[in-house]
């Protein structure tokens, strides 16, 4: 699937969304960190994780944070609070994740994506909890598609190197063959996983096989499934197969995960891991299609 074509079925599938819901719908563009975290918990506005709070990045912005040190398992409930508060009932969101981020959102649409969730008034308290609506339930959340800048879901060879910290609970987390066998990557509850696979990568080029952004490779980036990594390329580079576009497999036939397509691949090697507190590296081409396509 091309990019022209994703935005294309976005568009309709969020015009069909808000018809059948009528006028009162509200839609929000929940963003999800990664490693290191940096927003306050609990504090949607607070974007010092991704850049200033002004920048355009979807109708109705909120900042998902964690703490991007722990346990998947351990902070996943910030990001349940979240998804509660703006995407049941008659309320839709798009969401938009970096990194282990990628991780946070598929954990819980595999394991909580199909249990009864309270419908919210979309009023948070300080703590990013928000109060039932009326008293009734839905199954899973409104959720119209997931951006996903410079993935981890598949995990990184720095963690299985140890070239970050190991202490940290996350980066056990990180490990290719653990983020691969934590949940089912397949079941995204039917939601489209948008993937932006970044490969500016130079520090780390020794550790991260085929093209990386400097803290994952293609095979994490691009949703292709599988146990553990693999190497993947850009078209240009003869020594491994080609990351393809769109939800087909790989040059060389590995499969990627169920609703993963690949809509941004760097062939020009421009786009790094990270933000540099100013939507910066791949990130940037989430945010700007966030801006133009979550309304």
């Given at each position: 699937m091309r990019r022209w074509t994703g935005s294309v079925l976005k568009g309709a599938a969020a015009l069909a969304a808000l018809t059948a819901l009528g006028a009162t719908a509200t839609n929000y563009s929940l963003w999800i960190n990664g490693r290191t975290g940096g927003g306050?918990?609990?504090?949607?506005?607070?974007?010092?994780?991704?850049?200033?709070?002004?920048?355009?990045?979807?109708?109705?912005?909120?900042?998902?944070?964690?703490?991007?040190?722990n346990h998947v398992s351990?902070?996943?409930?910030?990001?349940?609070?979240?998804?509660?508060?703006?995407?049941?009932?008659?309320?839709?969101?798009?969401?938009?994740?970096?990194?282990?981020?990628?991780?946070?959102?598929?954990?819980?649409?595999?394991?909580?994506?199909?249990?009864?969730?309270?419908?919210?008034?979309?009023?948070?308290?300080?703590?990013?909890?928000?109060?039932?609506?009326?008293g009734?339930?839905?199954?899973?959340?409104?959720?119209?598609?997931?951006?996903?800048?410079?993935?981890?879901?598949?995990?990184?060879?720095?963690?299985?190197?140890?070239?970050?910290t190991t202490s940290e609970p996350l980066v056990q987390d990180l490990k290719t063959t653990t983020a691969r066998a934590m949940?089912?990557?397949?079941?995204?509850?039917?939601?489209?996983?948008?993937?932006?696979?970044?490969?500016?990568?130079?520090?780390?080029s020794g550790i991260l096989p085929g093209q990386d952004d400097e803290a994952v490779a293609y095979h994490s980036s691009g949703g292709v499934a599988g146990s553990s990594g693999g190497s993947y390329c850009n078209p240009s580079d003869w020594f491994c197969n080609d990351l393809t576009l769109g939800t087909g497999a790989t040059e060389g036939g590995h499969a990627k995960w169920t609703n993963h397509s690949v809509v941004f691949r760097d062939d020009s090697e421009s786009y790094n891991h990270y933000t540099n507190g100013n939507w910066g590296g791949v990130v940037s081409k989430v945010r700007a299609d966030m801006a133009l396509n979550a309304q």
């Open positions: 306050q918990l609990g504090n949607y506005a607070d974007f010092a994780y991704w850049g200033p709070s002004s920048t355009a990045a979807g109708v109705n912005k909120k900042s998902v944070n964690w703490d991007g040190y351990d902070q996943s409930y910030l990001v349940r609070n979240a998804l509660d508060c703006y995407c049941t009932g008659a309320n839709w969101c798009y969401i938009a994740v970096h990194s282990a981020g990628n991780l946070m959102i598929g954990y819980n649409l595999d394991l909580y994506g199909g249990s009864a969730r309270y419908k919210k008034t979309p009023v948070p308290n300080a703590a990013g909890e928000c109060t039932n609506s009326d009734s339930t839905q199954t899973g959340w409104n959720i119209k598609w997931v951006d996903v800048a410079a993935g981890a879901a598949g995990g990184s060879e720095l963690s299985d190197a140890g070239s970050w949940y089912n990557h397949n079941n995204t509850r039917g939601k489209m996983f948008y993937m932006y696979a970044g490969a500016k990568g130079t520090l780390y």
